[in-house]
């Protein structure tokens, strides 16, 4: 895997990667994993394909989820309870009703104490609240390129964190 480290500080907001294959993709979500926190919101962006809900499986394989990540597509939203966190994997690609959002209680999910991750944020884009980091992952002839990028304090400091480790 081939990382940029950035030593300017504003740019330890802002993590880029090139990765090969799948497995390096479920890696790097394992990784992540041991810098997120509750409260967080993560928006994945990307294509059909890319490679969001592979990442999603690593990060919840980094939490210590053991069993299958399905991808949540028809179901809008997968929720995995790991000891004490709750972590709602959502899908917005078929949504098209901001109904059914108020009567599936979604708002209530994006709490304090919850990590959201959120494939296709653009489809709900209205109703969701801030991601505190933004993913943006680009497919290449072989790989894929992944950006992330902390958009509040607390998304800015749990990338300083992943960033300091990353340089030493
Ligand atoms: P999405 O959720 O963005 O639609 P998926 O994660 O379901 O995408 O599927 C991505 C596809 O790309 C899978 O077939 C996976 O094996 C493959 N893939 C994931 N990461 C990489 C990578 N870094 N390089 C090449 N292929 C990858
Ligand atoms: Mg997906």
């Not at 300017?8 to 990667?17: G, I, K, Q, R, V």
Request: glycine share 8%.
């Amino acid at each position: 895997m081939h990382n940029t480290p950035y030593t300017d500080p504003e740019s330890a907001h802002n993590l880029t990667f090139y990765l090969d294959d799948e497995m390096s993709m479920l890696d790097l979500g394992n990784r992540m994993a041991n810098f997120l926190r509750p409260g967080l919101t993560l928006f994945l962006y990307g294509n059909l394909g890319a490679g969001k809900t592979t990442l999603a499986r690593g990060i919840l394989h980094g939490l210590g989820y053991r069993h299958v990540v399905k991808s949540p597509t028809y179901n809008l939203v997968e929720i995995y309870k790991i000891s004490r966190l709750y972590l709602y994997h959502f899908d917005f690609y078929r949504f098209n009703d901001p109904l059914e959002w108020e009567e599936a209680g979604f708002r209530e999910y994006f709490n304090p104490a919850s990590i959201c991750i959120v494939e296709w944020p653009e489809k709900a884009e209205d109703l969701l609240p801030m991601a505190d980091l933004q993913i943006t992952i680009k497919i290449h002839d072989k790989g894929r390129s992944i950006e992330i990028r902390g958009r509040t304090e607390l998304g800015k400091q749990c990338l300083q964190q992943w960033n300091n480790q990353e340089i030493s």
